[in-house]
């Protein structure tokens, strides 16, 4: 093969289909990718060095802005981590908030990515439904919590808002009507002759490949491994019963397939959360520093993040360190890139459903 | 305290391939600095939910070797540790060369206190600290 046939193509970080940084320098022969090596550096934040800055409270509003897709379960994760060290119980009530706002978020980012992949292979109608339910989802937040994005409503000890009767009724209704609307897009998705073109057979990794690669998230269940941190049973969830969404054919069509199957699934974990939910209190008073380390995990929408916190009973902690779901899945695009067709590359990338502002922090 | 297996250069990597060849998926690796001269990295293993770790102590001069031929997916946190800390790596697979979360004109190792400690006394932030 002669050496004209070879070329290098700088993929973002600017590029139409990502919303984010990320850079890709691509290796080409022909139309296929050869070689391809992500780089990412143009968002760093240093968000882990301002432990030094802000006390153990104050964290909790920086960590919610490593992410606003996750904010909501990057505070939860925190605040379970620093409520470990203190040997802090938060209410029941309190453990079941938790888990609606969270699967609020989760539901909100899968039908942002889910907009996002239907615009990459040219599906503009679609982006847009997608979206529009998805406002629906932010409309939940705002009434709920006070917030569309970043709400804010964890606090160490417990949470800040309490969710009434009233509001609950509302809010049931209001997820009524997205799954309707839910269940046509599905049904548009997995049986539509071009988004099979575009996602089947594209970009497989094997069950192997996957924790191999150490991914997380729908990344693995779309591979055939059943890991959720969920089923751990942190705040409420040991008491919603459910069962991992899995795909095994590890292609881009399973990564959808895994995400809308979760949309799904996380309305009927509200449904179920609001009625255990008890009644009481929703936080507890906690007073003095926190001391030692911990390692906190939560499966957010992208898969498990993990904190590691460290304390030395002052006001700031001595090291918080964040591993979030993105930051794992990069590696899958080491190994799903080689091979692919220059037109697939767009798709590829979205298929990790990468937040590059959560990798760099 | 969480639970962390001592280990030492000499047998870090045959610490690793053991969770590797056990199956273990690699979560992470954690950097932080015991004090000015010492360096402490946190290796985290997973599997069926439970978590692992192995504790690395060395010196801010000392030269680890990277873990990344056996589990690939290390260069990320490998090259973390690299920009943020100092950390001297051998061996990685991929090496960002000290830039895969800083740019061109980033403190350099921005996590170290000494980086802080150089920049009150007025020298130089691009100047020598680097742990």
Known sequence: MPDSNISFIPFGPQHPVLPEPIHLRLVVENEKVVEALPTVGYVHRGLEKMVEAKDVNQMIYVVERICGICSCMHAMAYCQGIEELMNVEIPERAKYLRVIWAELHRMHSHLLWLGLLADSFGYESLFMQTWRIRERVMDILDKTAGNRVIISVNVIGGVRRDIDTEMQKWVLQSLDAIEKDLREIYNVMKDDYTVKQRTVGVGVLSADDARELGLVGPMLRASGVASDHRMTGYAAYKDLDFEPVVETAGDSYARMIVRMKELFQSIDLIRKAFARMPEGDIAVKVRGNPTGEVISRVEQSRGEVLYYIKADGTKNLSRLRVRTPTFANIAALFKILPGCSLSDVPVLVLTIDPCISCTER | ?131
Do not use: W
């Open chain 2, 1 to 131: 305290m969480i639970e962390a297996k001592e280990i030492t250069l000499d047998n870090l990597l045959s610490e690793v391939k053991n969770y590797h060849d056990n199956g273990y998926r690699l979560v992470t690796t954690t950097c932080m600095e015991v004090d000015d001269d010492k360096l402490e990295i946190l290796y985290h293993f997973d599997k069926d939910f439970k978590l692992e770790n192995l504790r690395l102590t060395v010196d801010k001069n000392q030269t680890i070797p990277s873990i990344s031929s056996i589990y690939f997916c290390a260069v990320l946190s490998e090259n973390e540790m690299q920009d943020m800390f100092g950390l001297k790596i051998d061996g990685m697979v991929v090496d960002y060369g000290g830039k895969f979360l800083l740019g061109e004109d980033s403190p350099l190792s921005p996590m170290a206190h000494i980086q802080i400690v150089a920049k009150e006394q007025g020298e130089n932030k691009e100047g020598g600290n680097n742990a």
